[in-house]
């Protein structure tokens, strides 16, 4: 395929798309794992903001929630501190994909959390862990093990998602297609050569998932104990 020299503008805006998809989970990952807990927490008022989050997020588009940040975030600061403070795409694309994709995950963290009998924990206090100790020794790994198929696939989403931020200027590999599809007048070209980028780096992740599964279930020989 003839990129025509724009070749190095399509991998440049996929390192960009990387990078803001591994960001996003990162955070997206520790709001899911916080929203879960608050959700099966025993403090009513946890209860109820992580179920607001998890409503509201999840009923708003991602796109719409990208632009409310990047424009509404500047607004904001200058109506309450009368401070002009100009949001980066990136900040404001980071920002709108951890908080929606945490929102799922979420639910993905809370259907695991339950999955795992209290009694495990309990035990782990009664023999003096703490519960630090008891959460990274004998849940997290349980956890892990079975919240990571969902997430997996949520990071497929999210992957997938981050192509939205193109729409407030970050230079992202849509973007970078976009710009290269408008100078060479060969849309066709590059949004395809776009969309094979994507797909390549589906599958990859796919595979590393799939590699992430068996690892995270070695030992493992099905049900609890």
Do not use: C
Not at 70 to 86: A, I, N, P, R
Not at 149 to 158: A, C, D, E, R, T
Not at 165 to 181: C, E, F, H, K, T
């Amino acid at each position: 395929m003839d990129l025509h020299g724009f070749g190095h503008l399509l991998l440049a805006g996929t390192w960009v798309t990387l990078k803001l998809a591994f960001v996003s989970l990162l955070l997206g990952l520790i709001l899911g794992l916080l929203g879960a807990t608050a959700k099966l927490s025993s403090i009513r008022v946890l209860r109820w903001i992580a179920t607001s989050y998890t409503t509201l997020m999840r009923g708003l588009p991602e796109l719409l929630l990208v632009l409310i940040i990047y424009f509404g975030t500047t607004e904001l600061l200058l109506h309450l501190f009368d401070v002009y403070v100009e949001v980066s795409a990136f900040a404001a694309g980071v920002a709108a994909l951890s908080i929606a994709f945490g929102a799922y995950a979420t639910e993905v963290f809370r259907g695991a959390l339950q999955e795992i009998p209290k009694g495990q924990q309990e035990a782990a206090l009664s023999l003096g862990m703490s519960r630090f100790k008891a959460f990274y020794f004998v849940v997290l790994p349980q956890l892990w093990r079975l919240a990571l198929p969902g997430l997996g696939n949520l990071f497929l989403v999210l992957l997938k998602d981050t192509a939205l931020v193109s729409v407030i200027g970050l230079n992202d590999l849509m973007r970078q297609a976009y710009v290269a599809a408008g100078f060479t007048k060969l849309p066709f070209t590059f949004y395809l050569a776009a969309a094979f980028i994507y797909l390549l780096l589906t599958i990859i992740f796919m595979q590393l998932l799939r590699l992430m599964e068996k690892r995270a279930s070695r030992g493992y020989a099905g049900g609890h104990s």
